[in-house]
């Protein structure tokens, strides 16, 4: 902290400071006849010149490079060799002759084969009809072997006669055996065996033959020409 001593006094005619015009000349007078012209080039400006104009040549050179780069070189000549082109025409032969096409074969046309049928047959194999009864010839007639048989349609009375001398006395003697009034003496016999036979529907049906099994049989067939169910009745030899 300045004393009071120190204390500036504010009041005082303040120091010139800046120098007067008389002296500022006497002062550029001595600093002018002191100066001596000072040489252009001096070592220190010899050598940054020769430095500066190598790193001037060293870019100068870059550039050129990087110009030459890229700057696209124009196309080197091409040398061409004088070349002869000889044409050589050659005969063409003339096409081969194509031999003459073989004959056409006739086409055959196979027949259309036929969807297989879809129909099914049945075969129903009915009953063969009955053969018509063959009578055979009535024998020779010998005395005392006659038989015959009689019957009614309307009561279904039936009459047997055997061992009569005629055929008459035989087939009289059936239809008084039968004892009804629309009786008939139907089959006759001489040596032989007769029979008879009845459907159910009331045909009628009667035959002769040298066996019983044989006179039966020839009744059921001519029973059945005209009726169904038939059986045999009866039968008699003589």
């Known amino acids: 902290m300045p004393t009071h001593d120190e204390v500036p006094n504010f009041h005082q005619a303040p120091t010139e400071l800046a120098p007067s015009a008389d002296a500022t000349e006497?002062?550029?007078?001595?600093?002018?006849?002191?100066?001596?012209?000072?040489?252009?080039?001096?070592?220190?400006?010899i050598t940054a010149g020769a430095l500066a104009a190598s790193l001037t040549a060293i870019g100068a050179a870059g550039v050129v490079a990087a110009?030459?780069?890229h700057t696209p070189s124009a196309p080197k000549p091409e040398s061409r060799s004088s070349e002869t082109t000889t044409?050589?025409?050659?005969?063409?032969?003339?096409p081969p002759i194509a031999p003459p096409p073989p004959a056409a074969?006739?086409?055959?046309?196979?027949?259309?084969?036929?969807?297989?049928?879809?129909?099914t047959t049945v075969i129903v194999q009915t009953p063969a009809p009955p053969s018509a009864v063959v009578v055979p010839p009535q024998p020779a007639p010998t005395v005392?072997?006659?038989g015959a048989i009689a019957f009614s349609r309307y009561t279904g009375n039936v009459g047997y006669t055997q061992y009569f001398p005629t055929r008459f006395a035989a087939e009289t003697a059936a239809v008084?055996?039968?004892?009804?009034?629309?009786?008939?003496?139907?089959?006759?016999?001489?040596?032989?065996?007769?029979?008879?036979?009845?459907?159910?529907?009331?045909?009628?049906?009667?035959?002769?033959?040298?066996?019983?099994?044989?006179?039966?049989s020839a009744a059921i067939a001519s029973c059945s020409t005209a009726g169904i169910g038939c059986r045999?009745?009866?039968w008699i030899c003589s």
Not at 87 to 94: E, I, M
Not at 107 to 119: D, F, I, L, N, R
């Open 26 to 45: 006497t002062n550029l007078a001595w600093s002018l006849a002191d100066e001596e012209p000072e040489p252009k080039w001096t070592p220190h400006r």
């Open 67 to 69: 110009i030459q780069l």
């Open 87 to 94: 044409v050589t025409t050659l005969a063409t032969p003339p």
């Open 105 to 119: 074969e006739p086409e055959v046309t196979k027949p259309a084969e036929s969807p297989p049928s879809t129909v």
């Open 144 to 146: 005392g072997n006659w």
């Open 176 to 216: 008084s055996q039968c004892a009804a009034f629309d009786c008939v003496a139907v089959v006759h016999f001489s040596n032989a065996c007769g029979a008879i036979a009845q459907g159910i529907d009331l045909t009628w049906g009667w035959g002769w033959d040298a066996t019983p099994f044989g006179a039966q």
């Open 232 to 234: 045999p009745l009866g």
